[in-house]
Structures are given as C-alpha cells and as structure tokens.
C-alpha cells in the first residue's frame, strides 16, 4: 500500500512493521477485508472490493464474500443469484450456506432458508457469525438458545446491540420453551374488517381487535411493524402474562427501548381469532391523546392476500391465487422491504410502512441526492420517542411504482445505521403515507408482491 517505510526503533521495531506490512496485504483485497468493511457499516466499499475480488481471483471464499457485500447493500436477490451455485455442492462454505439462508428467508422461501442453515451450523459449529444467524432458523427454541449461547461465548466482542439481542431472545425462548404462540383459532377463508381513519385523518387507520375479557383495543395497521406492540394498561386486565423483558432496538430516544414480552390468551380481528398470542409491550403511550392503544403489523396476515382499501377503509383478507401484479418485498428482520428509489439519484431498499405520517430517508441516501437540501429540523416520534437528529429535507421526489413524492413537501431524513447494521441490509428510507394515502394496497403474503393503485373515478 505504501511506496516505501522508513522504520524507526531498531531492528526488531523493523521486523515487527515489516510483518505486520505482510499481514496487512495479506488481509488487502481479500475476503476478510470485504467482511470487516461490512462489520464497520462500509457496505459500499465492501461491495466495491467483493466485486473486484470476485472478478481477480474467483473462488469459493470470493464468491462468499461478495454475496455477504451484496446483501448487506440490500442487493438480496443479487445475493441470491451469486450463491445458489454454491449450495448445490456438498462442501460448501459455512458462511455462504448461512447467507444464502438469509436471503430464502427474505424471500419467502421458509423451508429452503432453514434447510441451509441447518447445514451452514452443522458444518461450522464453533463459527460465531454462523451460529448467530442459523440460530433463527433452529428447528426448537431449545437449540436456538444453544445456538445463542456458542455464539454469546465465541464472539465477547461483537456489536453489543446485537449481543443484547441474542440475550432477549435467550431469556424469551427460556420463558416460553416450546409453546407455540400466534395459534389460529378461528379462520374464515375470506375477512373484512372495517378501517377506521384517525381523528378524521387519512394518514393514519387503526382496526378493533378484542381481548378475552371482550375489551376493544385499538390498533394502528402498521405494515412496518412486526407482530403486535401494545400499551400494558391497555391490555392488563385482558389475561396478560408477562414473560421476559428486552431491548427493541432502532426505535426514537436512544434507540436502545426497554420493553417488555407478554402473552394474550386470546385476540380477534373480526373473524380472525388467535390464541396464546406473544405481543410486546411498554408503560408509554403510542399516542399522547389515547386514540389507539397499540399497533399491528400485517404479517400477522400470513397466508391470505390482505387489501388495505383506503378510500374504501376497509381491510380485506381472502386467499391468494393467480399472478399477483407490483413489486417483491423481502421480509428481514420483520421489515416489509421493497425496492424504490428518486428521481435523479439512487435506488434502495425502504420499509413500506403505512404507520409512517411522512416519508423518510437516511442519511447516506440524503448526501446522496445533490437537490437535497436540509430545510429544518423535525419532530418523528416513533416507538422509543422521538427520532433523535430528524431533518426536514426537501429536493427528494421519491418514487415507487407508479407514485411519486413531491419535492416541495420533502421527506424526513435520519441516521438509520443502527437498523441497518442490525438487520444485516442497508434500509434506505421508509415509505409513509405521503405517498400512500388514498390508494388501494394489496399485499400478496405468498407470493410476496405488493402492488398500490389509485382508486378508479367515480
């Protein structure tokens, strides 16, 4: 890397340099440089040289390491395409096994995604990088928690974030051992539920669900939201059985919120009813005036085609079938990913997420955009509080399928480094209801597709 190394110290001072000059080539354009960009959040950088590696000196360990640059960027199909080859052999690289996982789960492709990790933990049982990552596909919870535990044990100085994380899940996976949760009770083969819009606003739409006691809580439809996160006192008094405390991560505030997991005996969304149901919980109120108690998100929908009509402000469920028009979206992490992008500037993956008032951005994505132009600070609250350092920028037209943002409204911009790094994809933004509002969704939970259309005139 340097042109020439004048060495001060004497002799061994020299040698020492000069070894170290040695392993530092050799780490230099290699597999391990492309992961520890990526550990660093220097994704672009690490796609950068897995591709030139790939190209200069192909092989097995290349290969793997340019689909781990290619996910992280958020490429996940791209990833995909460059391991396949690789899982078809019998000795195959742990880590490209392990990511290839990773991306059939993003897709939808449970089964094949569990099958590779299986294999990925087996062939490298003491790889904490490895182990961390089958542990979500682990055929018990008994054997995520050893899976856990090795992990938590081979790598003391991996992101605390994320050893925080494995932690929680340890402790929830303890608490509830092999129960099952989100069992469906009741099942109609077709569903609606009327949407009720928020004070009046169309930038917002909650459902009623009931407890066992019959209260009525309301709920947030919040496609960017995983599961169910409630207010304690909302559902306290509804059967609820705490089981363990955790970190939710990526939120407002610190980023770092204290919650707590529960289980509901029971919860119905008009005809659709669960039992033994796994929400999370918290002491703070979602919203300030009490106008909804909770927020849901749509995978709790799994199998039907859910609509979310909103002029029509309904919310239909039916079985899905036949080709399902728009977009793919990728599940990491619980985030309904797709792909959209902006008008003279880049592309990348953002959460779809009706729970969002106002469209946002990262702060990568921003500096990328030349007409972006920071116009204010803002207030975003979300779960946690409010999102610490939010900007008001304007100059970003954000555009997914046939709708666009407009430039002079602007969009929120924030550091979303944390989740990113966390969810193991570069999240460019969120789509919010700026862009969504008034529009018929369709949401295809098989075939992972999601199209959004305007209403047809009257």
């Known amino acids: 890397m340097h042109e020439r190394a004048v060495f001060h110290g004497g002799p061994s001072r020299a040698l020492a340099l000069l070894f170290a000059g040695v392993v530092a080539s050799a ?5 391990a440089e492309v992961r520890a960009l ?26 793997a390491a340019l689909g781990e640059a290619l996910y992280r960027a958020g490429r996940i199909d791209e990833a995909g395409e460059a391991l396949a080859p690789l899982a078809l052999r019998d ?4 880590r490209a096994l392990a990511q290839l996982g990773l991306v059939r789960a993003a897709q939808g492709k449970d089964a094949e995604a569990a099958a590779l990790l299986g294999r990925a933990a087996a062939a490298a049982p003491d790889d904490a990088w490895v182990l961390y ?3 979500g596909a682990a055929p018990t919870r008994a054997k995520a928690i050893e899976m856990l535990r090795a992990y938590l044990e081979r790598a003391p100085a991996d992101d605390r974030d994320r050893r925080e994380g494995a932690r929680g899940t340890i402790d929830l996976y303890t608490a509830l051992g092999e129960r099952r949760v989100w069992v469906v009770s009741e099942k109609p083969e077709r569903l ?23 209260k009525k809580v309301r709920l947030l439809l919040d496609t960017g939201s995983t599961g169910l996160f409630v207010v304690e006192r909302a559902v306290r008094k509804g059967g609820l059985t705490p089981l363990s405390s955790e970190t939710v991560f990526a939120g407002g505030g610190e980023g770092r919120t204290k919650s707590s997991r529960a289980l509901l005996p029971s919860l119905a969304i008009g005809g659709l009813a669960f039992r033994d149901v796994l929400v999370t919980t918290t002491t703070s109120e979602f919203d300030p005036q009490g106008r909804f108690h909770g927020v849901l998100g749509v ?15 309904r919310l239909v469920l039916e079985p899905p079938g036949g080709e399902a028009p728009g977009a793919p979206y990728w599940d990491v992490e619980g985030q309904m990913l797709v792909r959209a992008g902006a008008a003279g500037g880049p592309d990348g993956l953002f959460v779809f997420d009706t729970g969002a008032v106002r469209s946002m951005i990262g702060s990568g994505f921003a500096q990328a955009m030349p007409a972006a132009r920071t116009s204010s600070d803002a207030a975003v609250r979300t779960y946690g509080g409010n999102v610490r350092g939010a900007t008001l920028v304007r100059g970003v037209e954000l555009r997914f399928l046939d709708l666009s943002g407009s430039k002079a409204a602007g969009v929120h911009a924030a550091d ?38 305007s209403p047809a005139p009257r």
């Open 27 to 31: 780490i230099w354009g290699s597999p």
């Open 91 to 94: 000795e195959s690289p742990p």
């Open 416 to 453: 979303l480094t944390q989740r990113s790094r966390l969810g193991g994809v570069e999240v460019s933004g969120f789509l919010g209801m700026d862009l969504l509002a008034g529009k018929r969704i369709v949401i295809d939970t098989q075939a992972r597709r999601v199209d959004v259309s």
């Open 192 to 214: 609606e539920i009327p949407l009720q819009p928020l004070a009046g606003s169309d930038a917002a739409y909650v459902v009623e669900a009931a407890l066992a006691n019959k």
């Open 38 to 63: 990526i550990e660093h959040d220097r994704w672009e950088e690490a796609l950068s040289r897995a591709r030139a590696l790939a190209t200069s000196e192909p092989g097995d360990d290349a290969t």
């Open 133 to 135: 990552r089958a542990a």
């Open 299 to 313: 995978n709790v929908f799994q199998g039907y085609r859910v609509t979310i009509d909103l002029p029509g402000r």
